[in-house]
């Protein structure tokens, strides 16, 4: 490419990550593959021209500059590690105001000492999963390059917070979505058609929608924001800068993440590498991915096939073996955890590069494990969607493997809001047998250890107060 030598010299700019290419290319530029080989793109910076902060303390003097939407924002106020975008061009609609909490009871059923088991709650962003944080930094990039409309394959979430990125920002956006028919949790449904998005179901699944949408983008020379832009890792990585924030800036032993199309844990990845590139960290925590068994295509590619990163060249026959085995069994990923339910992860060479920088490990749950690591999470905190138990489970089971050290410190990313997906929450609880076996026993899920079931009683003062009295427990 012409534009190689010139752009190096740039404060940022796009790289692919392939290095027997390398080709580079403006900050500015649209493409969402390398314009050479194909491969997957990275944001890049020259960080020795960067104003670079000496310490990670320095953001805690945004929190009393919260007035700016850019120190309010939990992910621009870390603007100096993502320094892309000018900081007038920022779409911002305050996301990443999210807690850490210790978990002591999910402590007790993942196997953990008490206090050392945390769960990162990124359902608190505005459209209730931790896309917004990928959001607002593709937005930012749409808007320097001028982009108007903008559009999506989504499992749900990321059509959710697409939507609510146009409807609540003021610069002319239109959100296009792409889903696969009847794959959609409704609480994620709803909230694309509240926010009033261009919506197409098509008749296929997650992988086929993702196909389209990219040939419709080219086509129609629209913007795409699914998580092949490099521009959501960027603001992805602020996740753990937040972590590190709510743990006084030390590192934690593990980061436990549920993995579908990868971009979380590429971007992890790629926060760490950079954190510890420029000495603010001294140690980089060791990251776990999760997969649900019926979407298994990492586990199986680095568990199985023993896929790795291979400093940038991962062996491209082991992933073509897979796909093409899948395809000739016509084997579709099938999980309760539909924001993971992914055949092929469109970001799986960065996440093989963030498990090499993690020394990291893949594993996969069953949807029973799932589901019944979701109960504990809602009866010990807050809440969250199938997908995001899947890293409670995850390392419920490194526990029991003894990967996990009992007195380790592990954070577990609950990636979206518990009212997300209420069909499955109910189904599991409410003891109703046609709603079970149709949304979780057609998924191999038979028991719900854990479900808090309703009790039906007459209108009947005597009856209730029975009722309750049988039912109290001994509190
Ligand atoms: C998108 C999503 C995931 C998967 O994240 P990837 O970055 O695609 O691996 C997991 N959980 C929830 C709730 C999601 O919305
Ligand atoms: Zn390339």
């Known amino acids: 490419m012409s534009t190689t030598t010139s752009v190096t010299t ?3 700019y796009q790289q692919c990550i392939n290095p027997d290419c390398r080709t580079t290319f403006p900050v500015r530029q649209v493409a969402f ?20 902060p000496k310490s990670l303390k320095h ?19 870390f603007h ?14 305050g996301e990443g105001q999210t807690l850490l909490q210790p978990a002591n009871k999910l402590a007790e ?13 990124e359902g608190m962003n505005p459209s209730g999963s931790f896309k917004d944080n990928g959001m607002t930094a593709a937005f930012t990039h749409a808007r320097m390059v001028g982009a108007k409309r903008v559009a999506c394959a989504s499992t749900g979430n990321t059509s959710a917070a697409l939507s609510v990125y146009c409807s609540a920002t003021s610069y002319g956006f239109q959100a296009i979505i792409f889903i696969g028919s009847g794959k959609i949790a409704y609480g994620k449904l709803a909230q694309a ?10 008749i296929g699944d997650f992988d086929d929608a993702m196909a389209r949408v990219k040939q419709v983008a080219d086509r129609l020379n629209i913007y795409l924001m699914n998580s092949v832009n490099p521009f959501r890792l960027e603001g992805q990585k602020t996740i753990m800068y937040r972590v590190l924030e709510a743990l006084g800036w030390e590192v934690p032993d593990w ?12 971007a992890f990845g790629k926060a760490f590498l950079e954190l510890k ?13 999760i997969n649900a068994a019926g979407a298994r295509t990492l586990d199986e590619l680095v568990g199985r096939h023993h896929l790795t990163w291979n400093d940038g060249l991962p062996d491209a026959q082991i992933t073509s073996g897979y796909y093409g085995s899948m395809d000739a069994s016509g084997a579709k990923a099938d999980t309760i955890a539909s924001a993971i339910e992914i055949n092929r992860p469109v970001n799986l060479k960065k996440c093989l590069r963030a498990l090499d920088a993690c020394n990291g490990v893949v594993r996969h749950v069953s949807d029973q494990e799932i589901m019944d690591a979701k109960a504990q999470v809602g009866a010990g905190g807050m809440g969250c969607e199938p997908a995001s138990a899947a890293s409670v489970a995850g390392a419920k089971r490194l526990r029991e493997e003894g990967v996990i050290g009992p007195d380790e410190r592990v954070v577990c990313i609950l990636t979206a809001h518990q009212l997300k997906d209420p069909t499955a929450t109910v189904a599991y609880h409410s003891g109703d047998p046609q709603q079970f076996e149709k949304v979780l026993g057609s998924r191999g899920i038979h028991r719900a250890e854990y479900s808090n079931k309703p009790f039906v009683v007459a209108n009947d003062m005597e009856d209730i107060v029975r009722a309750l009295l049988q039912n109290f427990g001994d509190s």
């Open 80 to 93: 100096e590690l993502l320094p892309f975008a000018p900081s007038e061009m920022v779409v911002t609609i």
């Open 109 to 121: 059923f993942v196997g953990q000492n008490p206090g050392r088991l945390y769960l990162q709650y």
């Open 277 to 289: 590139h420029l000495g603010l960290i001294d140690r980089i925590p060791r990251l776990a991915v």
């Open 193 to 202: 058609l509240d926010h009033g998005a261009l919506t197409l179901q098509i």
């Open 255 to 266: 980061i436990v993440v549920p993995g579908g199309n990868l971009g979380n844990s590429s």
């Open 33 to 52: 593959a390398c314009p050479s080989c194909g491969d997957l793109i990275d944001v890049v910076y020259n960080w020795d021209r960067l104003p670079v």
């Open 10 to 12: 740039d404060l940022a």
């Open 59 to 77: 953001f805690e003097s945004k929190w009393s500059k919260r007035l700016d939407p850019l120190c309010f924002s939990g992910v621009w106020r």
